[in-house]
């Protein structure tokens, strides 16, 4: 399975005065993606192009479709275009070159000259004097007369069309953009001696995408949706809250093609550079097992702990169980104690979780081959001794014992 995308709806608000937006939707995706769907309110004038602010500085420009929300089919995109060269000191100054500027030094000097070029420390001027390298830093004022072109205070979509009248009219559009992903992560207190796992879990919405989203309709996709290759670095996450009150069910979980999607039931806004932490589903009591298993592959002096339960209604829980970090904690004398973590894989309804939490401290194995005798040019015979020993005082345990057959023809002669 290759990476996951699914066509989703992300909202996105307006704060130019001009623009109205009605419909705003987020769908967020696990590989760093989300979909935009807006309908804005705008005044369409004959000659001038229509300019959508406020979108993800992220976006994908070929992903962006806009039409009459109407579905007039005369209404046509001529032209599109989509700008992102921002305002920054830096850009003005680059703009700046061989043009007047005005600086005031640390010591209150005026300068006027016409800027030869600059660095990231030096400004390097040529005025009636001759030419000056000036240092820059934080106590150099520099003034200039006007924003250059080319320049812009926001991210912009910029349409030329065809085919409607003047006036305001409902537009809407849609975009894919990287920089929003989210994960799901679960926290479990293991209460041993009733055998059973108090679960909490929630997910994590990342939001670096360039773009504010208020009172936004919150989509969340979980599946394995193919992508073309892509370089984008995927978002980490911080660690949960160990315990919360119970709160409402606040997603509704359903399928959606091959995937699941997973819909919060009341507006939310999704700030830039913010992540968001919301409860997935109630608290869940569930029944489980503790199974030891010993891998000489993995480790071969260790026995692997795990915590294994069945994702169902009878345990307590029966939604589909996105991906994510299980951390298990334990209760002490004096609270909870961490006791190890793993990552579940995306989990049905009705199938078990296995998660690993360590290796056991009392029980120990030994892998040796015993004997080994050569019986052709393509064949060989071995004997394998496997050793396990429980130092724990008072219990019993049963291990799994996990071993590979690398050849594709072999057998167990004994």
């Given at each position: 399975?290759?990476?996951?995308?699914?066509?989703?709806?992300v909202?996105?608000?307006?704060?130019?005065?001009?623009?109205?937006?009605?419909?705003?939707?987020?769908?967020?995706?696990?590989?760093?993606?989300?979909?935009?769907?807006?309908?804005?309110?705008?005044?369409?004038?004959?000659?001038?192009?229509?300019?959508?602010?406020?979108?993800?500085?992220?976006?994908?420009?070929s992903?962006?479709?806009?039409?009459?929300?109407?579905?007039?089919?005369?209404?046509?995109?001529?032209?599109?275009?989509?700008?992102?060269d921002?305002v920054?000191?830096?850009?003005?100054?680059?703009?700046?070159?061989?043009?007047?500027?005005?600086?005031?030094r640390?010591?209150?000097?005026?300068?006027?000259?016409?800027?030869?070029?600059?660095?990231?420390?030096?400004?390097?001027?040529?005025?009636?004097?001759?030419?000056?390298?000036?240092?820059?830093?934080?106590?150099?004022?520099?003034?200039?007369?006007?924003?250059?072109?080319?320049?812009?205070?926001?991210?912009?979509?910029?349409?030329?069309?065809?085919?409607?009248?003047?006036?305001?009219?409902?537009?809407?559009?849609?975009?894919?953009?990287?920089?929003?992903?989210?994960?799901?992560?679960?926290?479990?207190?293991?209460?041993?001696?009733?055998?059973?796992?108090?679960?909490?879990?929630?997910?994590?919405?990342?939001?670096?995408?360039?773009?504010?989203?208020?009172?936004?309709?919150?989509?969340?996709?979980?599946?394995?949706?193919?992508?073309?290759?892509?370089?984008?670095?995927?978002?980490?996450?911080?660690?949960?809250?160990l315990?919360?009150?119970?709160?409402?069910?606040?997603?509704?979980?359903?399928?959606?093609f091959?995937?699941?999607?997973?819909?919060?039931?009341?507006?939310?806004?999704?700030?830039?550079?913010?992540?968001?932490?919301i409860?997935?589903?109630?608290?869940?009591?569930?029944?489980?097992?503790?199974?030891?298993?010993?891998?000489?592959?993995?480790?071969?002096?260790?026995?692997?702990?795990?915590?294994?339960?069945?994702?169902?209604?009878?345990?307590?829980?029966?939604?589909?169980?996105?991906?994510?970090?299980?951390?298990?904690?334990?209760?002490?004398?004096?609270?909870?104690?961490?006791?190890?973590?793993?990552?579940?894989?995306?989990?049905?309804?009705?199938?078990?979780?296995?998660?690993?939490?360590?290796?056991?401290?009392?029980?120990?194995?030994?892998?040796?081959?015993?004997?080994?005798?050569?019986?052709?040019?393509?064949?060989?015979?071995?004997?394998?001794?496997?050793?396990?020993?429980?130092?724990?005082?008072?219990?019993?345990?049963?291990?799994?014992?996990?071993?590979?057959?690398?050849?594709?023809?072999?057998?167990?002669?004994?």
């Amino acid at each position: 399975m290759k990476s996951v995308v699914a066509l989703f709806i992300v909202s996105l608000v307006l704060l130019t005065a001009s623009l109205y937006a009605d419909d705003n939707y987020v769908t967020v995706y696990n590989e760093n993606l989300a979909l935009v769907k807006q309908v804005r309110s705008l005044e369409i004038k004959k000659g001038t192009p229509l300019k959508f602010t406020d979108v993800a500085a992220q976006l994908i420009p070929s992903s962006v479709h806009l039409r009459a929300a109407n579905g007039d089919k005369n209404f046509q995109v001529l032209e599109q275009n989509f700008e992102y060269d921002l305002v920054s000191a830096d850009k003005i100054l680059e703009k700046y070159v061989d043009h007047p500027v005005s600086l005031i030094r640390e010591n209150g000097e005026l300068v006027n000259g016409t800027l030869l070029s600059k660095s990231a420390s030096t400004l390097v001027l040529k005025t009636s004097e001759g030419i000056k390298l000036i240092p820059w830093n934080d106590k150099t004022s520099v003034d200039v007369k006007e924003l250059p072109e080319g320049l812009i205070t926001r991210p912009t979509l910029i349409w030329d069309v065809t085919g409607v009248a003047e006036g305001k009219e409902d537009l809407e559009v849609s975009y894919l953009t990287n920089g929003m992903s989210w994960s799901a992560e679960y926290v479990g207190v293991l209460n041993e001696n009733s055998g059973t796992i108090n679960l909490d879990s929630w997910v994590s919405v990342d939001n670096k995408c360039g773009a504010t989203f208020n009172d936004a309709h919150l989509k969340l996709v979980a599946g394995e949706v193919h992508r073309a290759p892509s370089a984008q670095p995927q978002p980490k996450f911080g660690r949960m809250a160990l315990e919360s009150a119970a709160a409402p069910p606040q997603f509704e979980e359903r399928g959606l093609f091959e995937y699941h999607i997973y819909d919060l039931g009341r507006p939310t806004t999704l700030k830039n550079n913010q992540t968001k932490q919301i409860s997935l589903f109630q608290p869940a009591t569930v029944k489980f097992d503790k199974k030891y298993f010993y891998d000489a592959s993995q480790d071969p002096t260790k026995v692997e702990v795990r915590i294994v339960f069945r994702n169902d209604k009878a345990a307590g829980l029966g939604m589909a169980l996105p991906a994510g970090i299980f951390r298990i904690y334990q209760k002490d004398k004096e609270g909870l104690e961490f006791i190890g973590e793993d990552r579940i894989d995306h989990t049905p309804r009705n199938e078990e979780v296995k998660a690993t939490v360590g290796n056991a401290f009392d029980l120990v194995g030994e892998r040796t081959v015993v004997d080994r005798k050569k019986l052709s040019e393509r064949s060989e015979q071995q004997t394998i001794g496997i050793e396990l020993r429980n130092n724990k005082e008072k219990e019993n345990v049963n291990i799994t014992v996990v071993e590979y057959m690398y050849r594709t023809n072999w057998k167990i002669t004994e």
